[in-house]
């Protein structure tokens, strides 16, 4: 029942989590920063501004944009981006599997879920 | 270098992560929830919601507080606050190793670091 979500920091300064690897799979789904912004109830500056943060910590692209246009034009993932979203989600569920025993023995000392 | 930082989803509003953690062993190591949040550079009113937050999530008592006094009076783990502590730890521990491989692919992708 519960789920292992993973922050991967690089250094002090550069980090990989959740919700930007989750912002990754909607440009990636819907070809549109502005787009994944939307599905992500998240503002445009926001999403823009964590899209250029992601591509400054490595040293080659994860997002492509094609600027101009309404909206802010087309963004997709590049094979890189692609890796590392697969990468992630690969390191969740063997972390998963690696907590599983912890996991179950904390669960059993849950409070009762309130209704 | 990398370090995986974990957030354990127990469901959609009961979660526990590395802040919180990081709180507890604090609470054990200073035995006040005010100098454990001057430590933290977190307000009281934080650091007692967080506690509170803490204790509401499980059956029996985390934090174990001697109410009065100057400062919000004494607190401390109880043992099974000692044992989630040392949990999440291992949790950490094993999920690091776990994704050993893949955060060493990722690395290689890194921008070299800015001065």
């Not at 992601?54 to 080659?60: G, K, S, V």
Request: hydrophobic share 40%.
């Amino acid at each position: 029942m519960s789920r292992v979500v993973l922050r991967i920091d690089f250094d002090t300064d550069r980090h990989l989590g959740h919700g930007r690897i989750e912002l990754l799979e909607f440009i990636s789904e819907l070809g549109s920063i502005a787009k994944a912004a939307k599905a992500m109830d998240m503002s445009y500056k926001r999403a823009w501004y964590l899209t250029e943060s992601i591509n400054e910590t490595f040293a080659e692209p994860v997002v492509i944009r094609r600027h101009g246009g309404p909206g802010g034009g087309a963004a997709e993932l590049s094979q890189f981006g692609r890796d590392l979203v697969r990468s992630y989600r690969e390191m969740e569920a063997a972390s998963t599997s690696a907590c599983a025993k912890h996991l179950r023995a904390i669960e059993r000392h849950l409070a009762p879920k309130p209704d």
